[in-house]
């Protein structure tokens, strides 16, 4: 399948995602993953990138399309892909869907998964992150802790709280997303590529997904 997925932070684009790839062996492409990896491997990229994610701030346009590119024709997104976290603006959603056509790449829809703020707000302050940047193993301190507190059970790496999920970054980050990101639903409504799936639990979203597309 070759889905974009859509949501504000914490939605739980990244647990959908990861759920998708075991069903038809589609690749999650995460570009808050792959900045995060970059940051850590201290590469000119993750450099470039750190001070913006820090702050809860979109890095710019021009260096996730040069990342996209690249990505998009590796050889594992040709079982399908699902697009986390990106595009995150109009004009990422406009090179992208230029980018596509010249790559001869068909979208099956873009997937608003739509939680309520307060769940969101909640999720995004229990939320744990594996530091190591090849893992980056996803926890919730209240739903779903490491089996050793502050401990990744996938690497043993620590599990640590993200440096842009402090409240005054998470804040920022909804308004951006309220800003910036919000209007893609729109964009892809008109694209009839849109379908909107209101649910706080991932295997809702999954269930949702796989009847749309028959799978
Ligand atoms: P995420 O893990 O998707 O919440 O992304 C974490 C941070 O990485 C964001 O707050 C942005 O600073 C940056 N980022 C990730 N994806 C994008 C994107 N498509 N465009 C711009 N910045 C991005």
């Known amino acids: 399948m070759k889905l974009i997925l859509l949501g504000a932070p914490g939605a739980g684009k ?10 038809d062996g589609s690749v999650q492409i995460s570009t808050g993953d792959i900045l995060r990896g970059a940051v850590n491997a201290g590469t000119d990229l993750g450099k470039e990138a750190q001070g913006y994610m820090n702050r809860g701030d ?18 594992d997104c040709e079982k399908g892909f699902l697009l986390d976290g990106f595009p995150r603006t ?27 703020r307060d769940v969101i707000l909640d999720r995004l302050c229990t939320r744990r992150t594996c530091a190591n940047g090849d893992c980056q193993a996803i926890y919730n301190v209240k739903s779903n802790p490491p089996k050793v507190e502050g401990i990744c059970d996938k690497c043993g790496s620590p599990a640590i709280q993200r440096e842009d999920e402090t409240e005054e970054a998470i804040t920022h980050r909804l308004e951006t997303y309220n800003e910036k990101t919000a209007p893609l639903i729109g964009f892809y409504k008109n694209e009839g590529l849109l379908m909107t799936v209101t649910a706080t ?11 749309k597309l028959s799978l």
């Open 14 to 23: 990244g647990t959908v995602a990861k759920l998708l790839t075991a069903v």
């Open 58 to 75: 979109l890095v710019p346009d021009s260096l996730i399309m040069g990342i996209m590119e690249d990505r998009l024709q590796e050889p």
């Open 90 to 116: 109009i004009p990422q959603a406009e090179e992208l869907k230029t980018l596509l056509a010249k790559l001869n790449i068909e979208l099956d829809m873009a997937v608003e998964i739509d939680v309520p």
């Open 201 to 211: 639990s991932s295997d809702d979203v999954i269930a949702a997904v796989k009847a």
